[in-house]
């Protein structure tokens, strides 16, 4: 079969989890380095599209040309991770405790981050022709976007920093369905497909995705955008972390496993026709 239904692909979204606790640090930190740099360069990809052709929509289809690439090669993200890993403890998988999960997190943001800014290095060497000329469009454009996601939330206060939680749990309520659509399938043509349509919704709603934004205000910053190291940890990513936490586990991953592994006992019909005959039986008599 081509397609796995949910029973069997919500089993493997567990084994997952569980085979990612117990990978050496060596391979974790290597995938996830090689995840946050092809991530990158895909962000890259979509903004000059976005820049070139001034249709947003475009490059939001296109982008998840790189997430496809990523999983494919069997590399991971920070925010598949918040998803499946816990899933394993949950399921009381042998080794999968709560200290174990968060070192598997600690690990892999250290990846992604180094993956993602050795990309903005050498993206700040390409759009600047090695820092010695002005910065082309596309840069100039990342830098606004540095920007308007740190200052911009900033001006709002409280109601900024809300705003960007939310939109953190609405990115990785769509990219987690991306991971879990890499499951899905069995075909690559399948799992592409599964995975091209919730990471084009989240690209073009602009919802915020913390390895995507470990690449997005580095560079910003080197490229002259008009913030500062706190202003993107306190404004974006802190909160992004943490939206991308609570959307994807619980959105995407505990209702999975709530319904398809842990299901609810079928009911008792019988008691209920029961129930429905007996005042027929009365009113006849």
Known sequence: MSYLPPVEFVTKMVDAGESKIYMGTRDTIIRAYMAGAILALAVVFAVTINVQTGHPIIGAALFPVGFSMLYLMGFDLLTGVFVLTPLAWLDGRPGA???????????????????????????GVNFTYGFTSE???????????????TVGYREHGAGGWVTLLIRGCL??????MGVVGALIATTVSGKVIAMWMPIMVFFFLGFEHSVVNMFLFPLGMMLGGQFSIADYLLWNEIPTVLGNVIGGLSLTGLTLYTTHVRTQPKRDLSKSKREMHGPKQDLAA
């Open 97 to 123: 405790t709560i200290p174990r999960v968060l070192e598997n997190w600690g690990k892999v943001f250290v990846g992604n981050f180094l993956g993602a800014l050795t990309v903005a290095l050498i993206m």
């Open 171 to 176: 990115c990785n309520w769509m990219v987690s």
């Open 135 to 149: 910065v082309s469009d596309v840069g100039q454009t990342i830098a606004t976007v540095g920007e308007s996601r």
